[in-house]
């Protein structure tokens, strides 16, 4: 119990002002878990959920006694529907280890020119619609950015979950996004640290675009035969 409360209630001076340690352990985990998505690892999944734990408590603001007093009702609820996306991406990615995938947990692929529209019109349509609904809870302005970077991440966990590289480059457009809502939220922690993200996932797209060159070929190559026996 103590230690909870002192979670709670710690803080970290810079400056004239102060980080909440929540905050930054969240964010620290949330750093560990992409590092481990972008070399495949399983421990990627449950290492994010933890993290999703904390800055939930902290994006809710003043409901768990939040330094800053904006509450950020799109960025709290991407706390809740990372632990659950994470759930399914961590089932799946166990199920690809135990196939023996080059020994990563799965192997880079690209999304269908189908699903590529059909995830923009999802990124649109779903934050015209999240916009009003996060107004009208009391979310900090401008609200159509807590809405972009809501379905940008719900995207993007999906995306890694399935392999598709371009959940990477879904990333990117939400730290465009995110990082300026969150200096004016007074989420530095945060906000510098999904700065620092929008560099590590270009970074990461193009270790994912090179896995796939380099070992769906020879997936493919095997296959191919196998069909053409089946065929014949």
């Keep these: 119990m103590d230690f909870l409360r002192w979670l709670f209630e710690a803080q970290i001076p810079v400056g004239g002002s102060v980080l909440v340690l929540r905050e930054v352990l969240g964010n620290i985990f949330g750093l560990a878990s992409a590092l481990g998505g972008m070399r495949r690892k399983v421990w990627a999944w449950p290492i994010g959920i ?3 734990v904390l800055l939930l408590t902290v994006f809710l603001g003043n409901v768990f006694g939040a330094a800053s007093p904006a509450t950020l009702w799109g960025q709290a609820g991407r706390q809740i529907m990372f ?10 990615w166990r199920r690809g280890l135990q196939a023996g995938t080059h020994g990563h ?8 020119p189908k699903v590529r529209i059909g995830m923009l019109a999802a990124m649109i349509a779903g934050t015209a619609a999240l916009t009003p609904v996060f107004d009208s809870m ?5 609200v159509w950015a807590d809405a972009w970077t809501f379905m940008g991440s719900l995207l993007a966990t999906y995306g890694m ?5 371009e959940f990477w480059l879904i990333w990117v457009a ?24 929008g560099f590590f996932t270009l970074a990461g797209f193009f270790v994912w675009w ?4 380099r070992e769906s070929q020879p997936l493919r190559a095997t296959a191919e035969p196998e069909t053409a026996g089946a065929l014949s």
């Design 161 to 165: 979950a399935r392999g598709w590289t």
């Design 174 to 197: 939400v730290d465009i996004v995110g990082v300026p809502l969150l200096f004016s939220a007074g989420y530095f922690a945060s906000a510098f640290m999904y700065l620092f993200y």
């Design 210 to 213: 090179r896995a796939d060159r």
């Design 105 to 112: 947990a799965i192997v880079p692929g690209w999304a269908s």
């Design 50 to 52: 933890a993290g999703n």
């Design 138 to 142: 009391g979310s900090y302005p401008p």
């Design 83 to 92: 632990i659950s996306v994470a759930a399914y991406g961590w089932y799946r």
